[in-house]
């Protein structure tokens, strides 16, 4: 059975909402694992901006580039430019080995979680599954 579009993007909002659930616990259990938090904020981002994307018919290209996402975003709405993800694309599926490890302070995960909260408000604002 195929699937429609509000249960499509149904499915990354709770995938992303795991991510963001994660990365929440990963900070607050001593002791925080913050480079994986960090993942997982990049992870929230991507997968909201991807649902957004859904939303107004666009195809999903295999991309982890939360910037590259965030412009296709803003050609829908001027709302998607106000967003500054800092550096939040380093700790995408590459941060994951070794030879590219990067450990965050506390604070910059911080800042990376409340980029990834202020994505998920945006975008589910945006999104109206009830239109569908």
């Not at 965030?70 to 030879?99: A, Q």
Request: net charge negative.
């Amino acid at each position: 059975m195929r699937k429609n579009k509000s249960e499509i993007i149904k499915e990354w909002f709770e995938k992303a909402d795991n991510d963001l659930l994660s990365a929440r616990r990963l900070m607050e259990i001593p002791p925080p694992i913050l480079d994986t938090a960090c993942f997982h904020c990049q992870q929230v981002v991507e997968k909201y901006l991807k649902a957004y994307l859904i939303y107004q018919g666009k195809d999903i290209i295999k991309t982890h580039d939360v910037t590259l996402l965030l412009k296709s975003c803003s050609e829908f709405d001027y709302g998607f430019e106000s967003i500054n993800m800092k550096n939040l694309e380093d700790f995408s599926v590459d941060i994951r080995y070794p030879d590219d490890a990067l450990i965050p302070s506390l604070e910059e995960a911080k800042e990376y979680l409340q980029i990834a909260e202020d994505i998920k408000e945006l975008v589910r604002k945006k999104i109206d599954l009830g239109s569908l």
